[in-house]
């Protein structure tokens, strides 16, 4: 039997982020043999992971990062069940990881198949399964690139949001800042009112409609009337005709173009937990 020391054992640790007991017991299994080891380890993962597959990951850590030039940026959710996991240091500084990992990366797909520390990024979430015991996985992933992109990510982690404009501008940096805050605070659908999609207008004109059927209006006014309430439900909930969050007498639009005529809202992402 193999002579399994206590730097043995810290090594493994260091490796997989498994317990000092679990290190030890996949150590003494794998006699000694640290591969090996850190298979038996790993396997542990796949278990855990399949046991807990049908649990729900709807607590985590949301993230977003941008690269050096600010011209692309990612949002990663990394999933967890518990609050408790998602407030730990080592889980968030995880999640950090794999957001600057995906800005390398434009789909979901790839970025699990990256490589992070000899690992896939799939295989790092069974192998963290295996180490915290509950269900890890990446809930959502989002990228934004435009000639310059802002982040914000709220207080705890529960939402995180990118914005892209249009140019790179003096003050570009505190409009996309302002305007990542705006789009966490009031979740706009949309970024402008040609996008929003068709089935909502339909939706939102048949509520009207119905409204104002109950207040008694005629029928000859309905389409009129309810096309003047669509143009307020597009005010409060496209991002360019929203109120300003800091200053209600711009709109979004308006404020960004105090800083540059030119310059305009290209795109946004936001991911939240809440």
């Given amino acids: 039997m193999a002579n399994i020391t206590a730097a043995d054992v810290n090594k493994l640790r260091q490796t997989t982020g498994s317990g000092m007991m679990d290190c030890k017991k996949a150590l003494v299994e794998a006699d000694g043999d640290f591969d090996k080891a850190i298979e038996i380890l790993r396997?542990?993962?796949?278990?855990?992971?399949?046991?807990?597959?049908?649990?729900?990951?709807?607590?985590?850590a949301v993230i977003a990062v941008v690269n050096d030039d600010q011209t692309q940026g990612a949002i990663v959710s990394l999933n967890c069940e518990t609050d408790f996991v998602a407030k730990n240091e080592s889980f968030v500084k995880l999640a950090q990881d794999f957001a600057a990992l995906a800005l390398a990366h434009d789909t979901k797909e790839s970025f699990l198949a990256a490589s992070y520390?000899?690992?896939?990024?799939?295989?790092?979430?069974?192998?963290?399964?295996?180490?915290?015991?509950?269900?890890?996985?990446i809930g959502d992933f989002r990228k934004v690139k435009a000639p310059f992109v802002g982040f914000y990510?709220?207080?705890?982690?529960?939402?995180?949001?990118?914005?892209?404009?249009?140019?790179a501008a003096d003050g570009a940096d505190t409009a996309a800042k302002d305007v990542a805050?705006?789009?966490?605070?009031?979740?706009?659908?949309?970024?402008?009112?040609?996008?929003?999609?068709?089935?909502?207008?339909?939706?939102?004109?048949?509520?009207?409609?119905?409204?104002?059927?109950?207040?008694?209006?005629?029928?000859?006014?309905?389409?009129?009337?309810?096309?003047?309430?669509?143009?307020?439900?597009?005010?409060d909930n496209t991002l360019v005709n929203q109120d300003f969050i800091k200053d209600s007498k711009l709109s979004v639009a308006q404020y960004v173009q105090s800083y540059d005529k030119d310059l305009k809202v290209a795109a946004f992402e936001r991911v939240s937990l809440a």
Avoid: W, Y
């Avoid at 929003?196 to 409204?211: C, F, G, L, R, Y």
């Fill in 153 to 167: 990510i709220h207080a705890g982690n529960k939402i995180a949001t990118l914005v892209g404009l249009s140019k």
């Fill in 181 to 235: 805050m705006q789009v966490a605070a009031m979740n706009p659908i949309a970024l402008d009112a040609d996008q929003v999609d068709q089935s909502i207008i339909e939706k939102e004109i048949e509520i009207a409609k119905d409204q104002l059927r109950q207040e008694g209006k005629p029928e000859a006014m309905l389409d009129n009337i309810a096309k003047g309430k669509l143009n307020r439900f597009f005010k």
């Fill in 43 to 60: 396997k542990k993962g796949q278990k855990v992971a399949a046991n807990r597959a049908d649990r729900e990951s709807s607590e985590g």
């Fill in 117 to 137: 520390n000899g690992l896939t990024v799939a295989e790092k979430l069974i192998e963290q399964t295996g180490v915290i015991g509950e269900k890890i996985e």
